[in-house]
T-cell receptor, first 116, second 114 residues
Framework: AQKITQTQPGMFVQEKEAVTLDCTYDTSDPSYGLFWYKQPSSGEMIFLIYQGSYDQQNATEGRYSLNFQKARKSANLVISASQLGDSAMYFCAMRGSSSGNTPLVFGKGTRLSVIA | NAGVTQTPKFRVLKTGQSMTLLCAQDMNHEYMYWYRQDPGMGLRLIHYSVGEGTTAKGEVPDGYNVSRLKKQNFLLGLESAAPSQTSVYFC?????????????FGPGTRLTVL
């Protein structure tokens, strides 16, 4: 079974500072994908970044980067130069490849608050 | 290109009433999903579909039924609503089911069952 753990229910960060949101995962699949989604107060789920288990380099998308440590089974999201608009819930998710049709498994989320 | 849309956005039901939530996508995606989101629980998969005419159970399927008569639509039905089904419901779709295929979400439906 696959499992995602996000141990930080809430985080605060000063505007313009960098912040790391933790995510650890558990899977027996040799091939898997890791995703981060943002959910602002308006409620929609916004895809941020993806990391494949065989990717050699850490994924980056603008101010978002994924600190992927395969041996530790962690996939932390790093947001650089935080902005007030980054205040939201952030969800880590994964899917494996051991069997077909494997939907995403989500963590419980981390609420990030950016302070001016 | 609207992406994934959901109808309605809000609904209040009385216990025992029935309703259908509609999800539509215009991205020609094969796979569609229904999740529910409850406080402190993250998103949990209710049902999903791997193509037109197919459906499968997810993590929390009890009390729900689904249908995928057309590729672009995925319906979620509650035959006899219960207060435990008060939640925010999200529909999502993805092109395929490979590990790297991103799921794109609709805006959500907030359902309250009294």
């Amino acid at each position: 079974a696959q499992k995602i753990t996000q141990t930080q229910p809430g985080m605060f960060v000063q505007e313009k500072e960098a912040v790391t949101l933790d995510c650890t995962y558990d899977t027996s699949d040799p091939s898997y994908g890791l995703f981060w989604y943002k959910q602002p107060s308006s409620g929609e789920m916004i895809f941020l970044i993806y990391q494949g288990s065989y990717d050699q380099q850490n994924a980056t998308e603008g101010r978002y980067s994924l600190n992927f440590q395969k041996a530790r089974k962690s996939a932390n999201l790093v947001i650089s130069a935080s902005q007030l608009g980054d205040s939201a819930m952030y969800f880590c998710a994964m899917r494996g490849s051991s069997s077909g049709n494997t939907p995403l498994v989500f963590g419980k989320g981390t609420r990030l608050s950016v302070i001016a | 290109n609207a992406g994934v849309t959901q109808t309605p956005k809000f609904r209040v039901l009385k216990t025992g009433q029935s309703m259908t939530l509609l999800c539509a996508q215009d991205m020609n995606h094969e796979y569609m999903y229904w999740y529910r989101q409850d406080p402190g629980m993250g998103l949990r998969l209710i049902h999903y579909s791997v193509g037109e005419g197919t459906t499968a159970k997810g993590e929390v399927p009890d009390g729900y039924n689904v249908s995928r008569l057309k590729k672009q639509n995925f319906l979620l039905g509650l035959e006899s609503a219960a207060p435990s089904q008060t939640s925010v419901y999200f529909c999502a779709s993805s092109l395929r089911d490979r590990t790297g295929d991103t799921q794109y979400f609709g805006p959500g439906t907030r359902l309250t069952v009294l």
